[in-house]
């Protein structure tokens, strides 16, 4: 499973924007159509490698892209069949139709298969989730290749609704944009690998999947303190502090202080008791302070985040310090790192896709949200998004959050804005992990 880096991502509503934009800039409709009909039949005669391939087409748009694909395939000599689901219902499919010269069978329980199938059932323009029958034999076609034009046929392309395709794809070419469905649950792992055809759409960037992770190297003017000075206070379970400091070095700040803890996991972080909290918080060097890994939720907390809101320094705030801090964040720069149920407990009021509650919570505190989980969003109180699908399911085990936690710090205090702080950190916690891979526990993230 992957998605291509940096690549924007356009909700259904926008798509469309978008393809009126392209129509009043001179190019229309259906030569969109006509490139994604290319771009998906160039695609499926790579996989079909030579072998025959079917083709369903259904009664929108989606099916009109169909069409395109099959006309294109037959031209470049593939052996190729149409599977239709009802006639075209709109003006661009039954064009696209009309120029398919070859035959229309009906969609039926009796139809053979072939070694691959091009699904251009639905796309985003799909209202209710697929009805029962029509599940069940696309189910049949189960194990076969399958190229899924958009999106896999049965999905709610923006991710509010979690309905499951009958049909999983092997490649999914998503046409002029990437959707949230790609990359949310329960949807992107249906897709399998996916793929982007531009189709010429100038697609607003203001969401988009997450860039690759490009460390910054120290050159000859840096010293330890331009680097970033982070202090990770530690609460009751001074372990998962001390991971966060410990990451928060790793991903190169260049003095980590932990507040309250006696042993650190390495010598160069300065562990300290709790006593000189405050004095820390006054450092005019210090650039993000990093509250929540291990410490649950009382008074001890509320005291601790109070003071670091009172510094006015940026912060970084996990677990229960999420809650704690948020009637009172107006206007600090801030990245909460909340996994699904901490985001329940902080922002119970939010419904919609993963991205519309990631965004309406950053919007709300004005801070950076990263939403945590295999389909981990990052959103920006100004509407930005980067969605980091597929991640690495590696990091689903104890304390990795601790260390995103840290390495969310080090960006921060690096100077960074603090959504690009966000999304540079969940990039270097996935390619450490991706580096790592099976057996990972959290303390390998920050070994060498
Ligand atoms: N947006 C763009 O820029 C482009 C879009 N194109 C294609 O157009 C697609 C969108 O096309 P449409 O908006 O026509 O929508 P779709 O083709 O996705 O499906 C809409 C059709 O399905 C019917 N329908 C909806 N839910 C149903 C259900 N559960 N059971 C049975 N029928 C159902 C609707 O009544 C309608 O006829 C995209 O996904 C893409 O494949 C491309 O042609 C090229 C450019
Ligand atoms: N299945 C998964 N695939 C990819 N990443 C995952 C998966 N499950 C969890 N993660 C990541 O692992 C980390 C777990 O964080 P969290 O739940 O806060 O753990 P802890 O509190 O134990 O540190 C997060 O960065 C999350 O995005
Ligand atoms: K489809």
């Known amino acids: 499973m992957s998605v291509p880096a940096d690549a924007p991502i356009l909700t259904s509503e926008a798509m469309r924007a978008a393809e009126a934009l392209c129509a009043a800039g001179g190019t229309s409709l259906a030569e969109l159509m006509e490139r994604a009909g290319a771009a998906a039949a160039d695609l499926a005669w790579r ?266 320094k940026p912060l970084v705030l996990d677990a229960a310090a999420i809650a704690s801090a948020l009637p009172k964040l107006g206007g600090m720069t801030a990245i909460l790192t909340p996994h699904e149920g901490e985001f329940a407990r902080a922002f119970p009021d939010f419904g919609g896709s993963k991205i519309e509650r990631a965004r309406a919570a950053a919007e709300q505190s004005g801070a950076v949200v990263i939403c945590k989980g295999a389909d981990t969003i990052v959103a920006a109180p100004d509407g930005r998004v980067a969605a980091a699908w597929p991640g690495c399911p590696w990091l689903a085990t104890a304390g990795t959050g601790d260390v995103l936690a840290g390495a969310c710090g080090a960006m921060l205090a690096h100077g960074r804005d603090p959504f690009d702080a966000a999304v540079a950190a969940v990039g270097w916690h996935i390619v450490r992990a991706q580096a790592i891979g099976p057996g990972l526990v959290a303390d390998d993230l920050i070994r060498d």
């Open 47 to 312: 996989m079909a490698a030579g072998a025959p391939v079917l083709v369903l087409c259904g009664p929108g748009n989606n099916g009109g892209d169909g069409y395109v694909a099959a006309r294109r395939l037959a031209e470049r000599g593939a052996s190729v069949r149409v599977a239709a689901l009802a006639e075209p219902k709109t003006d661009l499919a039954r064009a696209a139709r009309a120029r398919w010269t070859g035959g229309v069978e009906a969609l039926t329980d009796e139809m053979a298969p072939a070694p691959l199938i091009a699904d251009a059932l639905f796309g985003v323009g799909l209202t209710r989730p697929l009805g029962d029958e029509l599940a069940e034999r696309l189910r049949r076609f189960a194990g076969r290749r399958v190229l899924a034009v958009d999106v896999p046929s049965g999905v709610d392309a923006d991710g509010g609704r979690d309905w499951t395709p009958p049909l999983p794809a092997d490649i999914t070419l998503a046409l002029g944009a990437l959707k949230p469905a790609h990359v949310l649950l329960p949807a992107a792992p249906y897709c399998g690998r996916t793929l982007l055809a531009g189709i010429g759409i100038a697609a607003d960037r203001g969401m988009t999947t997450l860039p690759r992770f490009v460390g910054e190297a120290p050159d000859a003017s840096t010293h330890k303190f331009s680097r970033g000075m982070v202090l990770v206070r530690a609460g009751p379970m001074p372990g998962a502090a001390g991971l966060a400091a410990a990451a928060a070095l790793r991903a190169g700040a260049g003095y980590v202080v932990l507040s309250g803890a006696a042993r650190a996991p390495f010598s160069a972080v300065i562990a300290e008791d709790g006593e000189g909290y405050a004095g820390r918080l006054d450092d005019a060097r210090l650039g993000a302070v990093v509250v929540g890994p291990g410490y649950p939720a009382g008074a001890a907390l509320d005291r601790d985040v109070k003071a670091a809101l009172a510094s006015g």
